[in-house]
């Protein structure tokens, strides 16, 4: 599985419009009325809106005695011969008035206050970062998960260092106390214990015409929304599922990235010297289907995989051409590598592994009908089974995306439409079932999913309501991500959200995880 206007009152009649040489009329609204307009959004954000209501109410009332009009506009012209006045500094022999700060030689006094130096601005580089509590529970009762599907508390520390030779160190930490899991080590590659390395790497550029990116760092290209064809780099889908911030659906990569810039087009060229693979689902958060148990699993049967670890062997290329033609992006795309889940298992010992993957794409993005449409198409050679015979494999596969989002300014400011429709198409389907026999679910042939994003904000812009659905005709399942966000001050945001899956099918991409709907809060407060 696989990167959003304030609410304001409503216009002034024609009655209410500024006459000049008259006083505008102030027009009282009841800060109950202008609550009423914020239907959908919570409580206490109507009693702010409300309250900002009843003071712009006030200000506009304090305002309303006519303001006077500059000098020589509005009344009678006085009679002067007198040429007009020149701008200071022009017409006469007084030297011009130089800035604050510039030929005043006065020294603070001995003893004055001078204004406290913040703690960050002392230190030799730059520091941001957040500090956020997340917590989150599932809608029902799961045999193989415990009740709550998320319990932590994470600081995140960003620092960057830039040097005026071009080199630039990045370093990006996440301290993590995970509630949800009984142990604490440290697990790098997969994302969990007291310590998350999200970023560590150096970019420096050594000509006018390259970049390079060298180290731990998150990476990503195509066109999807929260759909990927082409971007064959690591996911986290634990963290997307249970509810965690949207950001670690990205999870880093070990590699080394070459950026070239020319007239004809650009080219990213990234070399992974050892195989990074998704942080699957495994059953430690989140149950799913185990073909070879029959039935959903947890952590009563956490998958254990066979890895591919050895450096400069198992390794990973992955490259990009794109140029702009006319307002449109166009792109190609190739991958050699590995499957990033574990789609296939071993005959002999039943163990989930990773096999051989090549793939190849292109995309194009760009304005279309006051919205901005993409396509993205790709093909997945299964390069260990090209003819389709090995159940244990998976296909060759042809996956199409076609998405399209518009701003709705006609029918309400700041509310954004997404679609996207989505092809998966098994290319030797007949020799695959001809030799999948029962041990293995039945599956179409072809894989239909449609999605639907819409988002509004509300409160100037601080309160954001979206919802993400995905939903599978051919599987018979959904999957929708409702999520509501406020920015409380420049500092603290609030945050409340679900993860909700229908099913038919224990087997499907989606019914799979019915019993892990969950719902989730958080608070991040960031500096």
């Given at each position: 599985m696989p990167r959003r206007t304030p609410f304001?009152?409503?216009?002034?009649?024609?009655?209410?419009?500024?006459?000049?040489?008259?006083?505008?009329?102030?027009?009282?609204?009841?800060?109950?009325?202008?609550?009423?307009?914020?239907?959908?959004?919570?409580?206490?954000?109507?009693?702010?809106?409300?309250?900002?209501?009843?003071?712009?109410?006030?200000?506009?009332?304090?305002?309303a005695e006519e303001p006077p009009l500059p000098e020589g506009l509005g009344g009678a012209p006085e009679t002067s011969t007198a040429e007009p006045a020149l701008p200071a500094g022009l017409g006469n022999s007084a030297e011009p008035v130089l800035p604050p700060g510039l030929g005043d030689t006065a020294k603070p006094e001995k003893g004055q206050a001078q204004p406290p130096e913040a703690?960050?601005?002392?230190?030799?580089?730059?520091?941001?970062?957040?500090?956020?509590?997340?917590?989150?529970?599932?809608l029902q009762e799961d045999d193989h998960e415990p009740d709550h599907s998320l319990g932590e508390t994470r600081l995140q520390l960003e620092l960057e260092k830039a040097f005026e030779e071009g080199l630039a160190l990045h370093l990006t930490t996440d301290l993590l106390y995970d509630m949800s899991l009984n142990e604490h080590r440290v697990f790098m590659e997969e994302g969990r214990g007291l310590f998350d390395l999200r970023e560590a790497y150096a970019a420096f550029r050594p000509t006018d015409?390259?970049?390079?990116?060298?180290?731990?760092?998150?990476?990503?290209?195509?066109?999807?929304?929260?759909?990927?064809?082409?971007?064959?780099?690591?996911?986290?889908?634990?963290?997307?599922?249970?509810?965690?911030?949207?950001?670690?659906l990205k999870a880093p990569s070990d590699a080394v990235k070459v950026?070239?810039?020319?007239?004809?087009?650009?080219?990213?060229?990234?070399?992974?010297?050892?195989?990074?693979?998704?942080?699957?689902?495994?059953?430690?958060?989140?149950?799913?289907?185990?073909?070879?148990?029959?039935?959903?699993?947890?952590?009563?049967?956490?998958?254990?995989?066979?890895?591919?670890?050895?450096?400069?062997n198992e390794d990973e290329f992955a490259a990009r051409a794109y140029r702009n033609v006319g307002a449109y992006e166009v792109a190609l795309y190739g991958y050699y590598g590995y499957w990033k889940s574990p789609e296939?298992?071993?005959?002999?010992?039943?163990?989930?592994?990773?096999?051989?993957?090549?793939?190849?794409?292109?995309?194009?993005?760009?304005?279309?009908?006051?919205?901005?449409?993409?396509?993205?198409?790709?093909?997945?050679?299964?390069?260990?089974?090209?003819?389709?015979?090995?159940?244990?494999t998976p296909n060759n596969q042809f996956r199409l995306l076609v998405g399209y989002s518009r701003d709705l300014e006609e029918i309400a400011r700041d509310f954004t439409v997404g679609v996207q429709y989505y092809l998966e198409m098994r290319m030797d389907h007949d020799a695959w079932e001809a030799t999948r026999g029962g041990l293995l679910p039945d599956e179409n042939r072809e894989r239909h999913m449609v999605t639907l994003r819409l988002t509004k904000l509300l409160l100037s812009q601080n309160l954001d309501l979206s919802l993400f659905a995905f939903f599978s005709p051919t599987d018979a399942d959904a999957y929708m991500r409702p999520r509501l966000s406020y920015k409380v001050t420049d500092?603290?945001?609030?945050?409340?959200?679900?993860?909700?899956?229908?099913?038919?099918?224990?087997?499907?991409?989606?019914?799979?995880?019915?019993?892990?709907?969950?719902?989730?809060?958080a608070a991040r407060y960031s500096f």
């Open positions: 304001e009152p409503a216009a002034e009649a024609a009655g209410d419009v500024p006459v000049a040489g008259r006083a505008p009329r102030c027009r009282w609204t009841s800060p109950t009325v202008a609550a009423t307009g914020l239907a959908g959004a919570s409580a206490g954000a109507s009693a702010i809106a409300a309250t900002l209501l009843l003071v712009v109410a006030l200000v506009a009332c304090a305002a703690p960050a601005d002392r230190l030799p580089f730059d520091l941001t970062g957040f500090w956020e509590l997340r917590g989150g529970f599932r015409f390259m970049d390079v990116k060298v180290g731990r760092q998150v990476l990503t290209w195509g066109t999807g929304d929260l759909w990927f064809l082409n971007d064959l780099f690591p996911k986290d889908w634990n963290s997307f599922l249970i509810g965690r911030d949207v950001e670690y950026s070239l810039f020319s007239d004809l087009a650009n080219l990213d060229l990234v070399y992974t010297p050892r195989f990074d693979a998704d942080r699957y689902i495994d059953g430690r958060y989140t149950s799913y289907y185990n073909p070879l148990l029959g039935r959903r699993a947890g952590q009563d049967a956490i998958s254990d995989p066979s890895e591919r670890d050895d450096w400069f296939g298992v071993d005959p002999v010992t039943f163990r989930a592994r990773f096999p051989r993957l090549a793939a190849y794409g292109a995309s194009v993005r760009g304005p279309v009908a006051d919205g901005i449409g993409n396509v993205e198409v790709a093909y997945y050679d299964s390069m260990e089974d090209r003819s389709g015979n090995d159940p244990f500092h603290w945001r609030v945050e409340t959200g679900a993860n909700v899956f229908f099913g038919n099918h224990k087997h499907t991409f989606f019914g799979q995880f019915e019993d892990n709907s969950n719902l989730y809060f």
